[in-house]
């Protein structure tokens, strides 16, 4: 078993197993487990929230009154006499701590910030890992000195779409908005062909277009998507 103090921003474990596992990373997100006595991951979210709930109150301090409050505002009527061992206190503490207003509210935060992760950061191995993020650069050509970012029919659009967080394996898709339409649909070969992270356009007529990317991985709940917005212009005068 075991049990955590958490004083201003240091925190304190007395299961040098859970830590070596934290530290390490070998965490079992799946089952929510991080040790071997079953100790679950939000024990450690629970723990920094009281962080947060002494940066909520003015600093150390007050956080040591507030947390000598709530003791002494513990539910003592919870502790069935009978069943009190002086050989084994740990049930009849546990109990009353967990009643203390701020240890609910540690708890319940803990909680909340275990269900976004799970939503955004734990891959299909029970790994938690960083949010899928996309960043996108674009090449336009040929590249004419006086309009040089501006694109008309003919001209080549190169997307290429860099993905980090997350983990392997990922799929990825392009999909388009073409002009006057509501929607997005596989690109026409007539636009373009994508590959990968890789999408060359080539527009046929003008008009507002959106191009999406997707990427995700099965298995999992990691998924990002990106939508660049263009507008494609006749091609102007004096440009061969």
């Known amino acids: 078993s075991g049990n955590a103090t958490t004083d201003f921003n240091t925190t304190y474990f007395n299961n040098a197993f859970y830590v070596t596992n934290m530290s390490q990373g070998r965490i079992d ?37 507030m947390w000598f409050n709530n003791f002494q505002g513990m539910n003592w009527g919870l502790v069935d006499p009978t069943k009190i061992s002086v050989n084994n206190l740990d049930p009849i503490f546990n109990l009353l701590h967990d009643s203390m207003p ?28 960083f949010p899928l993020k996309i960043t996108t650069s674009t090449t336009i050509t040929p590249r004419d000195i ?35 339409s509501s929607g997005f649909a596989a690109i026409p070969g007539t636009e ?19 191009i999406k990317f997707n990427t995700w991985q099965v298995g999992s709940n990691l998924k990002a998507e990106k939508i660049l917005s263009f507008n494609v212009i006749e091609k102007p005068l004096g440009v061969k």
Not at 149 to 162: E, N, R
Not at 200 to 205: A, G, L, Q, V
């Open 192 to 210: 373009g062909s994508a590959s990968g992270t890789t999408f060359n356009w080539t527009p046929k007529r003008i008009g507002a277009y959106k």
């Open 102 to 129: 701020m240890e609910q509210d540690a708890q319940n935060n803990g909680d909340a910030i275990w269900k976004q992760l799970a939503t955004c950061c734990i891959d299909k191995n029970s790994v938690l890992v």
């Open 29 to 65: 997100f799946a089952n929510r487990i991080i040790s071997a006595d079953g100790k679950r991951v939000p024990w450690v979210l629970h723990e920094l929230y009281h962080y947060v709930q002494c940066n909520n109150v003015g600093g150390r301090a007050n956080y040591a009154k």
């Open 146 to 180: 006086a309009v040089i970012q501006s694109i008309y029919p003919g001209k080549t659009v190169k997307i290429q779409a860099t993905v980090t967080g997350g983990s392997e394996p990922l799929g990825y898709s392009w999909s388009i908005q073409l002009p006057g």
